[in-house]
């Protein structure tokens, strides 16, 4: 794919979502790093069902710490993969209480230390929080970068790097968030809704199909 298809690609996207985030529902920055560590191989829906119970009782380190294991448990439980999550959680509410002053850190290197975050968490939180360049390619942006053409790699962390070389400057702040709601909604995994993609006439993928 060359660089004016991903420039009209983008274009698209933006004009149509000038604004893109994510689903999550947080107030601050240290609600986006737990709702993004619950949110692994969970839906968005499903953690922000369960944390609109937790932020309304605890939404500080201090608070969810005081909750405990057991306590954390028992607001998350819908969750897949409560268990564990419940003890990462409270490890990194301990860590960020005693090394980061009850702040969540502003630099990879500190979040990815944190229990339960790692690369794509850690971009998540750069980018959605702290609005810095960073690219958290999940399953959808991975099947949409290859899918297109727009970035095509064997792994996430080649389609990463390629997105953030590829993709022009001016869309790369929120390029993360129109990619993953393109693949949420429109280039879902089995049957790709090409009849109603916005860019379907650019996508270089080979076997469109008619679904709106």
Same mark, same amino acid.
């Given at each position: 794919?060359?660089?004016?298809?991903?420039?009209?690609?983008?274009?698209?996207?933006?004009?149509?979502?000038?604004?893109?985030?994510?689903?999550?529902?947080?107030?601050?920055?240290?609600?986006?790093?737990?709702?993004?560590?619950?949110?692994?191989?969970?839906?968005?829906?499903?953690?922000?069902?369960?944390?609109?119970?937790?932020?309304? !009782?605890?939404? %500080?380190? &201090?608070?969810?710490? #005081? *909750?405990?294991?057991? +306590?954390? $448990?028992?607001?998350?439980?819908?969750?897949?993969?409560?268990?564990?999550?419940?003890?990462?959680?409270?490890?990194?509410?301990?860590?960020?209480?005693?090394?980061?002053?009850?702040? !969540?850190?502003? %630099?990879? &290197?500190?979040?990815? #230390? *944190?229990?339960?975050? +790692?690369? $794509?968490?850690?971009?998540?939180?750069?980018?959605?929080?702290?609005?810095?360049?960073?690219?958290?390619?999940?399953?959808?942006?991975?099947?949409?970068?290859?899918?297109?053409?727009?970035?095509?790699?064997?792994?996430?962390?080649?389609?990463?790097?390629?997105?953030?070389?590829?993709?022009?400057?001016?869309?790369?702040?929120?390029?993360?968030?129109?990619?993953?709601?393109?693949?949420?909604?429109?280039?879902?995994?089995?049957?790709?809704?090409?009849?109603?993609?916005?860019?379907?006439?650019?996508?270089?993928?080979?076997?469109?199909?008619?679904?709106?």
């Amino acid at each position: 794919m060359n660089r004016a298809k991903r420039t009209e690609m983008f274009s698209r996207w933006r004009q149509a979502n000038p604004h893109p985030t994510t689903e999550l529902k947080y107030a601050n920055s240290f609600e986006l790093l737990i709702s993004v560590i619950l949110s692994a191989q969970a839906t968005d829906v499903s953690v922000n069902k369960a944390t609109e119970k937790l932020y309304a !009782v605890a939404n %500080t380190p &201090e608070k969810i710490y #005081a *909750l405990g294991v057991a +306590g954390l $448990k028992h607001y998350i439980k819908t969750i897949g993969l409560f268990n564990t999550k419940a003890e990462n959680v409270i490890k990194t509410c301990h860590i960020l209480i005693e090394k980061h002053n009850s702040t !969540v850190p502003q %630099t990879r &290197e500190e979040l990815e #230390a *944190l229990p339960g975050v +790692g690369r $794509k968490t850690a971009n998540v939180i750069l980018n959605t929080a702290f609005r810095q360049i960073a690219m958290a390619v999940d399953t959808h942006i991975f099947r949409v970068s290859n899918r297109t053409g727009i970035a095509p790699g064997k792994d996430v962390l080649e389609v990463e790097r390629r997105l953030l070389r590829l993709v022009p400057e001016e869309f790369l702040l929120d390029a993360h968030h129109w990619l993953i709601l393109h693949g949420r909604y429109v280039c879902l995994a089995r049957k790709p809704h090409c009849g109603a993609c916005p860019v379907k006439d650019l996508c270089e993928f080979k076997k469109k199909t008619d679904i709106q």
